[in-house]
Each structure stands twice: as structure tokens, then as C-alpha cells.
């Protein structure tokens, strides 16, 4: 079955920092877009990043442009969400999911992706 699996989540304090990483060597075509989404309790996912594995072309949403990063390890097929000044509001449920490609904004076009992580949590307290 192929499925995504996020880790990396976990509790941190405002300003602090976590890495999150997204395992999708279950996703057999060669490149794709792996996007980082995120949910909070009563209110839609949203994507906040996403990389095309082919050149490594990064997306971000204003939300986390500058204090988010996305990468990626070819060689194990792991795409990293590096996370930096956290505030309480990036608190949420993260997802990673996989469609065909990034650009003319497909990457935020939830109905295209074709797989989807269960997902890990990220709490930021204040």
C-alpha cells in the first residue's frame, strides 16, 4: 500500500524549532511534488510548503516564508520541513501528501493529491 509517513512533530515553546520529515519511498513515479500541509481542530488543511523532488524547486505560502524550509534527501526519498521561530498558531495537525507536480499553483490543489501521511502533531505553546 503506498502511504506517506510523517515524524518529527512533537511540543515545543514559541521561537523554538522542530524538523519534520516525510518518508515517501512508497511513491514509485520518479519525481513529484511532496507537500507539507496542516490542520487545526474546525478549520480546513491548508498547504504551507512543498518541493518538486525533480530539481528541488521549493513553494511556500506567506504564512511561513522565511521561518519555514523544505528540503529534501534524494537518496532515501525523504523531504524535510525544517521549522523555525514557531508560534502558538503553527500548532496543528502536519500532513504530507504526494501529487504528479508543483507549479502553476497545483500544489495547493488538495483534490490532485494522490497520497496522503497520517500525519504528526506539532504543539507550540506560548
Known amino acids: 500500500q503506498v502511504q506517506l509517513v510523517e515524524s518529527g512533530g512533537g511540543s515545543v515553546q514559541t521561537g523554538g524549532s522542530l524538523r519534520l520529515t516525510c518518508d515517501h519511498s512508497?511513491?514509485?513515479?520518479?519525481?513529484?511534488?511532496i507537500v507539507w500541509l496542516r490542520r487545526t481542530p474546525g478549520n480546513e488543511r491548508e498547504a504551507v510548503a512543498a518541493?518538486?523532488?525533480?530539481?528541488?524547486?521549493?513553494y511556500y505560502d506567506n504564512s511561513v516564508k522565511g521561518r519555514f524550509t523544505i528540503s529534501q534527501d534524494k537518496s532515501t526519498n525523504t523531504v524535510f520541513l525544517q521549522m523555525n521561530s514557531l508560534k502558538p498558531d503553527d500548532s496543528a495537525m502536519y500532513y504530507c501528501?504526494?501529487?504528479?507536480?508543483?507549479?502553476?499553483?497545483?500544489?495547493?490543489?488538495?483534490?490532485?493529491?494522490?497520497?496522503w501521511g497520517q500525519g504528526t502533531q506539532v504543539t507550540v505553546s506560548s
Open positions: 501528501a504526494a501529487t504528479i507536480y508543483c507549479g502553476s499553483g497545483n500544489w495547493l490543489r488538495q483534490e490532485n493529491y494522490q497520497y
Open positions: 512508497t511513491v514509485k513515479y520518479n519525481d513529484k511534488c
Open positions: 518541493i518538486y523532488t525533480g530539481t528541488s524547486v521549493p
